[in-house]
Structures are given as structure tokens and as C-alpha cells.
């Protein structure tokens, strides 16, 4: 042996080299051995684990299609009169957004909201809202966690007789928003809002919550979907809803939007921390619509510069939520909807410097909430991005 050996104690090169090699293939093996467990410990903590992965091939972007120029905003659950297709032909309008889709009586089943429900903020005692009866499948999650296959559950509210009338309006429903469709329009399904219990919260697992949205969107015919979040504060339901929409997204083209209150200076914090897990997670935001409240006609001189100034403030948010170079390139990702206490607050004046406003920046589109404005504010409003 000591005729290998250096007279220092070292190995002649080609052996060291031989050795090295050795050790190099022995330290291989025994990393590919480790277990699973051990690599989350090399991601960053502020980052999911599965996201330090690829996505998967196949996710589809959100900004394929969806709402433009005009989107007009309806609450079909509160107003059982509501007719799409007579209110289409009466305004022009082709694009819709149909609200609010909350927790049903059954468990992770979409139901649209009523008159009756109860604000989002004060829940009953066994947190359970009073929507209209069930009108969509309800799905729920596999044991593999696949999306399942979508199956109706009866509840109460589905007994014969009482649920006849309903089931007649969504299919009327459907049909007109088909036709909307075939008229290069559509309509989206607005989530949560400010009644009942959000589904994101309802639902105990991504995968059911998915199958929930993909229910209701199959069973419509909807073209993109809006989450009116006020769950902000609740990061498990906000987690669990990035990662359904995501599974959404890598079947099908899904636009999805936000709409979210615009404050003075902008978006609120808690709101911009939840579109950077939104995104975090997976999913792609098309959107973000801006509620703007709009203050008394009587109300101090430069109350739509008040509301450009707090616009700007958000765009620049939204820029740094989709990483973009800056807000010159967020202004086509963001809408605004100004929303009305009364018809008066938006006056022709008011509607031309919104609309300005609007086509000079390129904003995804404009709508309306609220008070129902004189028809001539609303026109000029439904074809300025036209």
C-alpha cells in the first residue's frame, strides 16, 4: 500500500482523480434518495413550494377574451323581473355582468344572492345566508382531488313546485346569454359581493371550490368570471380561490377579474396583498375593476379629478401586483365603475370627463353601479370605449 502513496501521505493524481469521481457519484445518489420533504426547505419561505415548479403545460392565459368597452351590471337573484335580452335590445349593451354568486343551503353549491340574504358582514349564528334556492349543480371534490364530475344535489329549496320557476328563469337565462355570445358579447358571473358567504369560504378544498365555479360557468354559459372579494383578510379562503382558479385556468380560456373599492390614495392594502397571492398561487387576474364611489353633486369643485387622482394611484398598484415595467403598461388592465347614490351624483358633464378620461388611458372598460342615471349620462358612459 505505502508504494501508492506520495512520500507526504498524499494519493498520486490519477487516484485522487478515480476518488473524486467516486465521492461525486456517491454524493448524486444519496441526494436523489433524500426524501420529498426535504425540498421545500430550498424555497424561498415568502413562496409556495408548488410554485417553485414550472406550471404545468396547458394554462391558458386570462386575457384571451373577455368584457370591453361598456359592462353593464345586474343582480338577476334580486330582481326576479329580470329579462337580459329585453334589457340588452333596450340599452345596447353586450356585455354583462350577472350578480352575486354565494354559498347555497347546500355545502360548496353556488346560489345567486337576494333581497333576503344577509350582509356578508354580519353573519347568523350558524354563518349560513339565505339565498335563492339552488340553482346550479352542486359538485364536490374527489377523493383524488380531481374536479368532479358536475352532479345536482336536491336540498329543500329544490322540492317540485318551488324550484320550477327558478330553474325555468336560469335556463331562459342561459339561452339569452347564448345569444349574447353570438353577438361577439357575453356575460361574466360576479363572486362574493356584500351578502351571504363567499364560496371561497364554504368550500373546504381547491379542487371542490373549482368544480363549483366550473358549474356554474358550464351551466350559464358565462365568458369570464369576477370576484368581488371581501375575504381580503382571510388568507385561507384566499389561497384556496387562487388555486381553484388556476386549476380553471389550465382547462379552459378564463378570463377572471377583481373588482375592489377604490379608495383616496388607491387600493387598500389588505386588497393589493391579496392579488399578489392571487397571483402567487397560479392565477392569472385579466382585471382589475375599480369601485369608485362618487361624491354628492353638491360636493366641493374637481370630484372626477379626485377620482382620476385615486385611478392613477391604483394603476400604479396594480402594475407592481402584474410586474410590469410601469403603470403606462396596467392602464389596459384596469376598468373603472363608478358607483352612484343618486341619479344626480353624474350629471352629462360629469359622464364626458369619465369618458374622456377613460379613452385617453386606454382603460379596459367602464360601467356602472348604484343609482340608475338619467339614460343620456348612461349612453354617453356605454359608447365611449365602443
Known amino acids: 500500500m505505502s508504494g501508492s502513496r506520495l512520500s507526504d501521505g498524499r494519493l498520486p493524481r490519477p487516484l485522487a482523480f478515480l476518488a473524486a469521481l467516486g465521492l461525486a457519484g456517491v454524493t448524486a445518489v444519496s441526494v436523489t434518495l433524500l426524501p420529498a420533504r426535504a425540498l421545500p426547505d430550498l424555497v424561498p419561505p415568502s413562496m409556495s413550494p408548488a410554485l417553485a415548479r414550472p406550471r404545468p403545460p396547458g394554462a391558458t392565459s386570462s386575457a384571451a377574451t373577455g368584457p370591453a368597452s361598456f359592462v353593464r351590471f345586474a343582480e338577476p337573484g334580486r330582481d326576479q323581473g329580470f329579462d337580459l335580452a329585453d334589457d340588452a335590445r333596450r340599452t345596447g349593451a353586450r356585455w354583462y355582468a350577472l350578480a352575486h354568486l354565494v354559498a347555497g343551503p347546500a355545502p ?77 358579447g357575453g356575460a361574466g358571473l360576479v363572486l362574493g359581493g356584500p351578502r351571504g358567504r363567499d364560496l371561497a369560504a364554504a368550500c373546504p378544498t381547491p379542487e371542490g371550490l373549482a368544480a363549483a365555479y366550473g358549474a356554474a360557468l358550464s351551466r350559464l354559459g358565462a365568458a369570464y368570471l369576477d370576484v368581488e372579494a371581501r375575504d381580503a383578510a382571510d388568507r385561507p379562503a384566499v389561497v384556496r380561490r387562487a388555486r381553484a382558479l388556476r386549476l380553471l385556468q389550465q382547462q379552459r380560456r378564463l378570463p377572471v377579474t377583481f373588482t375592489l373599492p377604490l379608495h383616496d390614495d388607491g387600493l387598500a392594502e389588505r386588497d393589493v396583498t391579496m392579488l399578489h397571492l392571487t397571483r402567487l398561487y397560479g392565477a392569472d387576474i385579466a382585471t382589475v375593476n375599480l369601485l369608485a364611489t362618487v361624491e354628492p353633486s353638491g360636493s366641493s369643485p374637481g370630484r372626477m379629478r379626485r377620482v382620476a387622482s385615486a385611478v392613477r394611484a391604483a394603476v400604479r398598484q396594480v402594475a407592481r401586483v402584474q410586474g410590469l415595467d410601469g403603470p403606462a403598461d396596467a392602464w389596459h388592465q384596469v376598468a373603472l365603475t363608478p358607483v352612484l347614490d343618486d341619479a344626480a351624483d353624474l350629471n352629462e358633464t360629469d359622464a364626458r370627463a369619465l369618458a374622456t378620461f377613460a379613452a385617453r388611458n386606454d382603460l379596459a372598460w367602464l360601467s356602472l353601479r348604484g343609482a340608475e342615471p338619467e339614460p343620456a349620462v348612461a349612453r354617453v358612459l356605454a359608447h365611449t370605449l365602443a
Do not use: F, H, V, Y
Open 108 to 184: 360548496c353549491t353556488p346560489a345567486w344572492t337576494t333581497a333576503s340574504t344577509p350582509s356578508s358582514k354580519t353573519p347568523t349564528a350558524d354563518d349560513a345566508p339565505s339565498p335563492s334556492p339552488t340553482l346550479l349543480a352542486a359538485p364536490e371534490a374527489t377523493e383524488d382531488g380531481d374536479a368532479p364530475a358536475e352532479k345536482p344535489t336536491t336540498t329543500a329549496a329544490d322540492e317540485p313546485g318551488e324550484s320550477a320557476g327558478d330553474e325555468e328563469r336560469e335556463r331562459a337565462l342561459a339561452t339569452q346569454i347564448r345569444a349574447l355570445r353570438d353577438e361577439g
